[in-house]
């Protein structure tokens, strides 16, 4: 059995040695893995890095840091995840609080006050016959990442080896929908739990080949589709939404938006009487923006609305759509539609070895997300009450509220502590409320959160628009679309910018930090 993370490298790469691994610098799995021993062992003679120390990335989406990462790991060293969206004042912080001993970072993120700082992109000299793994069991920690709570000082997530080595186990499930030498895209951020899932363990364990792009441009996405035309590409849901604009605006302009709706509705009607030219045609147009070769869509990162999903798989294409967590190595959960070996459909489920439950359900069936298995971590670092409040009987809370549908999809409604509490008793999710507004071609997104005015409970909005949206055309469109929910949960009172929203690095809208710009006088208010 393998037992630790040096060890599925090891696995992968003699047994695709002569397969392209990194797409755009042409290297081979093989290359990989001697890239792998010359930096650990430059990491374990110029720096001592031994078992048990802490070690940084800090650095963008380079072939280097991967490498850097199993370095670190195949060492028994601990890999922290560091945000280069964050301040140095943040990095030095989170640094000093795990006792980080050496950070590998590109030179545009050296940092004075700290450890030593090696630039990442370095080439390494030393001799690959020099390596020496460390002995690491499933059980040590391997890897470091803080999370992302806005108020107060943020936990730190230790995943261990066996961990990773679970997802990696997992990820084996989908063989049948993601296949040998596919290209996976890589434009987000390695630190990120999603990036480590996707861009690292996925393609590695699934035998795929990796396309990393360290630009966020969507000109480069664009054009590295269509010269690489990769067969699997992940994204966060603003990415998502933001195509699928895209896409609905094309066709509002072309004046094919009814046809489009009307032949993705019925295409399987149509492919049996003959007509599948006519889907072909359709649907074509949207598969060359992703390069013509695309299988399969991932999201994860935030909600992916229910209704984007439904569009892109209605235009042929496999989403995966994850819901998960840092302290559950990532996906605790896939809404994932594709048919077995065995001729059966699958539709959602989290990886083998993890079991999920919707605790305490309403008569709604909405209750909080549960989460135990192979992949949720031990605990968070040296902290006692926040591991005793996030668990119970084995059983990790997320604090995230959502149910599951008649085919085992599950659907977040939001954070426990966003939901909106009306003075009837009454609960509004957010979510819910977000993906209805957005559905409108005017609204680009949305952040819909609990507000007093008048002393009265109510769920208030802020969109961002498109450029020339006046407020009353907006009150127009949400009220429209408030015909098709209970009135209780109807928004009246909101306020507009073409500013965007501001957001994490993962691309959740920060609601907290919206409500302090409302109040700042920092958006147009309808109700003002």
């Known amino acids: 059995m393998v037992k630790n993370i040096y060890e599925m490298l090891q696995q992968a790469c003699v047994q695709n040695k002569d397969r392209i691994f990194f797409v755009r610098q042409n290297e081979t799995y093989a290359d990989l893995l001697k890239k792998v021993k010359q930096r650990a062992v430059l990491l374990a003679r110029r720096f001592g890095i031994k078992k048990g120390d802490t070690v940084a990335i800090l650095s963008g989406n380079t ?24 301040t140095p004042a943040e990095h030095l912080n989170m640094m000093q609080r795990t006792d980080c001993k050496l950070a590998l970072a590109q030179k545009s993120h050296f940092i004075d006050g700290g450890p030593e700082m090696f630039d990442i992109e370095s080439i390494d000299d030393t001799d690959e016959n020099d390596f020496v793994a460390a002995d690491v069991s499933r059980d040590d920690l391997a890897m470091l990442s803080f999370t992302s709570g806005s108020t107060g000082n943020p936990k730190v997530v230790g995943l261990t080896h066996n961990n990773i080595l679970s997802l990696g186990q997992g990820a084996l499930f989908y063989k049948p929908v ?55 590409i992940p994204a966060v849901p603003r990415v998502w939404e933001a195509f699928y604009k895209k896409i609905t605006d094309t066709a509002r302009e072309k004046h094919a938006y009814t046809i489009m709706r009307a032949v993705m509705a019925g295409q ?125 009987d084995g059983w990790f809370k997320t604090g995230d509220l959502g149910k599951l549908d008649k085919r085992g999809r599950l659907i977040v409604k939001g954070r426990q502590k966003q939901v909106i509490v009306l003075d009837s008793g009454k609960n509004v999710y957010p979510d819910e409320l977000e993906d209805l507004y957005q559905q409108n071609d005017e609204i680009l997104s949305a952040a819909v959160f609990e507000y007093t005015l008048r002393g009265k409970i109510v769920p208030y909005a802020v969109f961002q628009v498109k450029p020339g949206t006046t407020a009353a055309r907006v009150a127009m469109l949400i009220k429209a679309s408030n015909l098709k929910i209970a009135p209780y949960k109807w928004v009246k009172h909101f306020a507009i910018t073409e500013e965007e929203l501001p957001q994490t690095s993962a691309k959740k809208i920060k609601h907290f930090m919206v409500k302090e710009m409302l109040d700042a006088g920092l958006f147009n208010r309808a109700d003002s």
């Open 178 to 232: 993601i296949k040998p030498g596919y290209t996976f895209y890589g434009f987000l951020p390695l630190y990120h739990i999603y990036g480590v899932v996707i861009n690292i363990i996925a393609p590695l364990v699934l035998s795929g080949k990796l396309l990393l792009q360290p630009v966020l441009n969507p000109r480069e996405f664009i054009a590295d589709f269509k010269q690489y035309h990769p067969e699997v």
């Open 63 to 86: 072939p280097d840091f991967i490498k850097s990462y199993f370095a670190i790991t195949s060492q028994g060293a601990h890999v922290l995840m560091l945000d280069t969206g964050l």
């Open 268 to 392: 399987g009607a149509l492919r049996l009487i003959g007509a599948g030219a006519l889907v072909r045609k359709v649907t074509k147009p949207v598969h060359e923006i992703f390069g013509g070769n695309t299988k399969v869509l991932v999201s994860a990162g935030a909600t992916l609305k229910p209704t984007i999903r439904r569009f892109f798989e209605k235009l042929g294409f496999v989403v995966g759509d994850c819901y998960g967590l840092t302290e559950c190595t990532g996906p605790g959960n896939f809404n994932f539609a594709f048919r077995l070996p065995d001729g059966k459909m699958h539709y959602a489920g989290p990886l083998p070895g993890n079991e999920l439950k919707i605790h305490n359900p309403d008569k709604d069936g909405v209750g909080e997300i549960w989460l135990r298995g192979d992949m949720v971590m031990p605990g968070y670092i040296d902290n006692d009450a926040a591991n005793a409040a996030a668990f119970e």
